[in-house]
């Protein structure tokens, strides 16, 4: 440092937000900001820092807006985090919450993308990484956002499925893909209803994460080509299908005719014997004339009754054959539409990349399936609700010898390239059996219905790419449920960054909010390893870049008293006596070096 500059101290509370302010300066964010256009005036601070000082919060990890004001330590006094991030001071939470409820969803969009922006270097730089390693690896999910059930201040909440209740609340369907450097990173999120279900988010999913890497995968053209041609013997048989139930309802309808005709006949002559016997003033008696003709008068009709019957369900027959015919047609329009489209990616995209998508059974049904498997991925999912059930169950009831172990209480038997009826491509089938209540010793026969006694659960895996899965079950099983990461990215959002907390009520914040927290979960990541590189003294948790402790440095470390030594933009941190970290010093310099990735 140099020895013509005078220091200036500072106290903080918040020791890491005021290192994450110097990295955050390093990449333009606090400039970034003041410069998005607001109609909102400017008393004391712009509306600009009020969005900057909800970002700093988040990063902060607190529950709720009114703590940036209320809680033990506010944010808001604090002048060495304000002087770090840039600004002259913060302000009260209220203020922020009338900026955030203004906020329009242009306004929130510049917001996330200058985020995006910011550590978009750093996402390719690991991209590359990993694809030097092998395949990209991307998890999926859709995580709930619940709120009280008597609320009424949240728009657009819906009720939906939420950790198996119904709840009120929102949804966020989130991609993560597995970083070298950092472990993991979040590359989207989108902010739903609650009533949105996992199954009809798998092409969003996916369309984020591109948009996301700037890169995807070589589309499948050729199977899906292929499966253009395979539905043309299906629609010849549809068409022959409509063709004989017209035949069948035009005949049905000229004997419909015909019966209709005799029964008319029937009942003009009825007509007129009866006025001829009132004329004549003659009795009807059973056998008459006039008897038996009322008696053919009624067996027709009832002929007719159920030749309107027979017509009706002819027209039904008819109607459900060409509902059939149109909804081939249209599957195979939107698979010709879908094919052109990918062949035009296809031709602009000169340097594809090899991916694999995780995603749990909720996304994998067949249509979600074939689709990602037609967009180049190689999957790893599980058969949604029972379809499969009842085909692996019958599969496997000849195989009782082949079981495999593949966890601590899991078997496993495999199927390579099945093809099935109702899915147009072959697939890797796996079949898994856990042991529930596996502390207790297994019992010799077949479970019993004992509460207590061990249970067998069963459950299906799919996989589709080039690697043998099936040669491998142990590596098949611990491939798919490395898709916890995401899983661990869902609950750290929820126990460090307090998403589940929403803290604002309006749509285009409570999407802002949802950027902040996946930024601020791969910011304090980067920022962990910028700061290793500098500063020996960082607490050894944090040098792991893999595991860099986020909740600690995010629960602790930005809750943590600090003196602060300011030289120029350059700060010397000491953590207090009364810090875990007493005895720690860290000179932060606001510079920061990556080599750039080049994005194809």
Known sequence: MSENIQAVTQETDHAMLVVWGQFANCLGIPQAFAEVPMSQKTVIHTPQSKVLEF???????????????????????????????????????SGVSRTLHTLTETQ??????????????WIDQEVQLALNQGPLELDGD?????????????????YGYMSDRLQLGYQAAMVSMRSPTFGRLGLSVTHHSGNTVSVTQAEGLALEAERSLGRRPMRRTDLLAQRLQNMEPEQKKRQVNVAEAEKKLAKTQAAWSEVQAQEGELAHKLADLEKDYQQRNCPERPNSQLAQVRQRVEVWHLRVERCDQTVQRAKDRLAKQQARLVDWESQQTNLSQRLKRFQA?????????????????????SE???????????IYSKPYGNWLSGTLAQMSATRSADWE????????????????EDFPY??????????????????????????????????????????DVTADLPGWFHDYNARQTIEAANKESKQVFEVHHIKVRSQPAMRLQEHFALFAANFVRIAADWLANQCPQVPDGWKES?????????????????????????????????????????FVRRQVAIQLTLRI
């Open 405 to 420: 172990k593949v966890g601590k209480n899991a078997e496993m038997i495999a199927w390579k390239a099945v093809q099935l």
């Open 546 to 586: 893999t595991h860099p402790a986020v909740k600690e440095q995010v629960k602790v470390g930005a809750h943590s008293f600090a003196r602060i030594e300011w030289f120029g933009s350059d700060c010397l941190l000491r953590f207090a006596q009364r810090s875990i970290y007493a005895g720690r010093s860290l």
């Open 345 to 365: 990616e296809n031709d602009a995209n000169p340097n594809p990349i090899s991916a694999i998508f995780r995603l749990d059974a909720g996304f994998g049904n």
């Open 142 to 158: 859709l995580s709930p956002r619940p709120v009280s059930n008597g609320s009424k201040t949240y728009p657009g909440a819906e």
């Open 426 to 467: 072959p697939l890797d089938l796996g079949y898994e059996r856990f042991w529930q209540n596996p502390g207790l010793a297994k019992p010799s026969c077949r479970e019993g219905t004992d509460p207590a006694q061990p249970k067998l659960a069963y459950s299906g895996l799919i996989h589709f790419g080039e690697r």
């Open 368 to 378: 979600n399936l074939a689709l990602l498997i037609e967009m180049g991925y190689e």
């Open 108 to 121: 929130g969009a510049q917001y996330a993308d200058i985020l995006e922006r910011a550590i978009q270097p």
């Open 55 to 93: 970002l700093v919060a988040n990063l902060a990890g607190l529950p709720y807006a009114k703590d940036i004001s209320k809680a033990t330590q506010p944010l808001d006094q604090d002048q060495a985090v304000a002087k770090a991030w840039g600004v002259d001071g913060w302000a009260d939470y």
